[in-house]
């Protein structure tokens, strides 16, 4: 069973950027296709980008298409999720998650198995 936890959430300004990680405690990481998501005051969790377990491949939802970067270190058991000009509607929680299924992409939440317990990212205007 696989633990995750995130880090490098916080306060930004709008513009600005900031990096998540994602340190996995299991000696399996690498059979896992990795996720982020983020859930907003009020609002369900939405898929934001997802990875293939050698880091080959990856998928982002439309929004953070050009502006995030998700990217995995198979070796240090993280994941990580740049984020560049961010905009005060990316404030929410941020998750990242761990899915056992093929490389699909998976973009939604019910096909991951494990889950980290967030990290605020707010976006000041």
């Known amino acids: 069973q696989e633990q995750l936890v995130e880090s490098g959430g916080g306060l930004v300004q709008a513009g600005g950027s900031l990096r998540l990680s994602c340190a996995a405690s299991g000696r399996t990481f690498n059979s896992y296709i990795m996720g982020w998501f983020r859930q907003a005051a009020g609002k369900e969790r939405e898929f934001v980008a997802t990875?293939?377990?050698?880091?080959?491949?990856?998928y982002y939802t439309d929004s953070a298409n050009g502006r995030f970067t998700i990217s995995r270190d198979n070796a240090k058991n993280t994941v990580f999720l740049q984020m560049n000009s961010l905009k005060p509607e990316d404030t929410a929680v941020y998750y990242c998650?761990?899915?056992?299924?093929?490389?699909?992409?998976?973009?939604?939440?019910?096909?991951?198995?494990?889950w980290g317990q967030g990290t605020q990212v707010t976006v000041s205007s």
């Open positions: 990875i293939s377990r050698a880091g080959f491949s990856t």
């Open positions: 998650a761990a899915s056992r299924k093929n490389w699909g992409p998976r973009t939604s939440k019910n096909e991951y198995d494990y």
